[in-house]
């Protein structure tokens, strides 16, 4: 099973940008389609963007445009570029691995393995 570790969260003012970072390790990402979601207290996990094994992407309405996600196979990393970010993109981070051709559903249960989290905070 492969194994993600996200990194790169922080506080930012509304209109700046962020890079949040997922290194994985135990088994080759190019394995795998990747995602990240976010989560804020008392809601439930949420969609962000996924990119395939093929490296075609997918991004909810909310963040297309302004995010990218992108993934580097020889680094082992996948990546969440984050720009005119708002303060309701404020919420935990979460980098997920995918073997599922229903990855790009947005559904937390199509994917198999996740990260810890960070935690991206944008002020107003």
């Known amino acids: 099973q492969v194994q993600l570790v996200e990194s790169g969260g922080g506080l930012v003012q509304a209109g700046g940008s962020l890079r949040v970072s997922c290194v994985a390790s135990?088994?080759?990402?190019?394995?795998?389609?990747m995602g990240w979601f976010r989560q804020t207290p008392g809601r439930e996990r949420e969609f962000v963007a996924a990119?395939?094994?093929?490296?075609?992407?997918v991004y909810s309405e909310s963040v297309k445009g302004r995010f990218t996600i992108s993934r580097d196979n020889a680094k082992n990393t996948v990546y969440l570029q984050m720009d005119s970010l708002k303060p309701e993109d404020t919420a935990v981070y979460y980098c997920?691995?995918?073997?599922?051709?229903?990855?790009?559903?947005?559904?937390?249960?199509?994917?198999?393995?996740w990260g810890q989290g960070t935690q991206v905070t944008v002020s107003s």
């Open positions: 990119n395939s094994r093929s490296q075609s992407t």
């Open positions: 997920a691995a995918s073997t599922n051709v229903a990855y790009g559903s947005g559904l937390p249960s199509m994917y198999v393995s």
């Open positions: 135990r088994v080759p990402l190019r394995n795998y389609h």
